[in-house]
């Protein structure tokens, strides 16, 4: 079974930092391309970070230089380390994968992406 587990919530003040993981099971992540997004209240699914079909990674200009998406190949892992939060970065975040290549910065569009784990929560207080 095809699945993806995301942990790592928790609640940080401004400035500071988290790192999410998303473990995958079923199949093999570096095949296809994963990527982060995230779930404000009363806004809609947004990308944050992904890579693509051909291993290139992308962020949204929002989290450019603050947050880190990296790998571990052994365990199947997916991370993304989130430095300098803000209130902004309050949402719910969510791993997901297609198994369709999806090239370029398109990994970015929520839509893409067919296999969604759960949700976990990150809040980033003032």
């Known amino acids: 079974e095809v699945q993806l587990q995301a942990s790592g919530r928790g609640l940080v003040q401004t400035g500071g930092s988290l790192r999410l993981s998303c473990s995958a099971s079923?199949?093999?992540?570096?095949?296809?391309?994963i990527g982060w997004f995230r779930q404000a209240p009363g806004k809609e699914r947004e990308g944050v970070s992904c890579?693509?079909?051909?291993?290139?990674?992308y962020y949204a200009d929002s989290v450019e230089g603050r947050f880190t998406m990296s790998s571990d190949n052994a365990k199947n892992t997916v991370y993304l380390q989130m430095n300098n939060l803000t209130p902004e970065d309050t949402a719910v975040y969510y791993c997901?994968?297609?198994?369709?290549?999806?090239?370029?910065?398109?990994?970015?569009?929520?839509?893409?992406?067919?296999?969604w784990g759960q949700g976990t929560q990150v809040t980033v207080s003032s």
């Open positions: 997901a994968t297609n198994f369709a290549p999806i090239y370029g910065s398109s990994c970015l569009r929520p839509e893409w992406l067919e296999v």
């Open positions: 079923g199949f093999t992540f570096t095949d296809y391309s």
């Open positions: 890579v693509s079909g051909i291993g290139d990674t």
